[in-house]
């Protein structure tokens, strides 16, 4: 009987002991091929979050946060990291239609104010569904940056601001939508988009960052790089945080709110983000309760068209990770590069974000992000 005890406690000894040499190993493999990556390509910087189990396992940041004083890159920098964004301002939409205050088959006329049809097809309405899910045939040739550029009133030329097919027949990814989704989503709640976002998502997930860039510590912002091909440099990009100040001194609700870019202004780190995107892999669910419900995470991770593969504010896509399908958003701006995926059923998922990289991309995906994921994947998660 003591024998075997003896035995079984020596079993568990090695398991436990090898466990753990594996464990300290995966760290290592994984930012041996990141670096050697880094080495390879031009990359200014580069920030990771890993999640398994629902549980965040590695966090990490590689290079610089400013090239300039070579300041190290380091977990808690914060991004603006562009487009996915989005899925802030479609997760704070969906808090609205579950409260009743609106609905995503709703007129977007009536909701943001103005006339928004298409002049080719002026019977069709437009819903807040289309909007964003990109099918509104709204495109962005007049600018987004403002909703003067859709509006009637006050731009001469705002029918070029459709597309030639029905509303809902057809997909063009487009900003101008996401911004007017935050123009809808601060006139029905009555609060500042920012605020609103803070207060009803950010805050009950417990994470740092926001669109107000005056609302932040700017100690921790990551500076941003375009890379330059011509003369293989890379170029800091100041409009990234620009704090638009002014703009905000004279704000009026219900129609600024793209100051503050709901398309693509959201500036967190790669943890926060992590954190976020835990809740959405538990389908609206975070340890304190629910900031949507299990249908509207659905409704967002579902795609209207298996072609495009975009639901709403959340893509679906197998060309990530060979042989895994993946949801969740890209985002490309100002010389950024950021990706946010998670594979549902296998409840894991991948954070990257980088403040300055080379632009080439594979199979629809910024190569260095690409192989940034596949490095974690390979290490952590396969």
Known sequence: ?????????????????????ESKAQPAKAEACITEMMQQSKVVGISVAVVKNNKIVYTHSFGLKNLENNTPLTDDC??????????FTATSIMQLAEA????????????????????????TIITLRMVLSHRSSINDSQGYFSLDAINPGKNPDWAKCYNDYEPGKGYQYCNLNFNMAGTILEKVSGERFDQYVKHHVLDPLGIYGGYCVDSLDKNRF?????YNGDSAKFIASPGAYNPRSDEIANYTMGYSTPVFSPTGGMKISATGLAKYMMMHMRKGKYRGGRIISKQSAEDMRTPLSDKEGYGLAISTTDKLIAGKTLKGHTGVAYGLFSAMYFHPEEKFGIVVISNGCHPGYTDGFNTVIRK???????????
Do not use: Q, W
Not at 8 to 19: D, E, K, Q, S
């Open 1 to 21: 009987m003591k024998t075997c005890y003896r035995l079984f406690l020596y079993t568990a000894c090695v398991v436990a002991l090898t466990i753990s040499r």
């Open 78 to 87: 914060l991004f603006r990291i562009a487009s996915v964004s989005k899925s």
């Open 100 to 123: 009743k205050k609106l609905s995503l088959e709703d007129d977007v006329s009536n909701l943001v104010g103005f006339k928004i049809r298409n002049p080719k097809f002026p019977e």
């Open 222 to 226: 990551a500076t941003i790089y375009e």
């Open 372 to 382: 940034t994921v596949n490095c974690l994947y390979e290490h952590f998660l396969k």
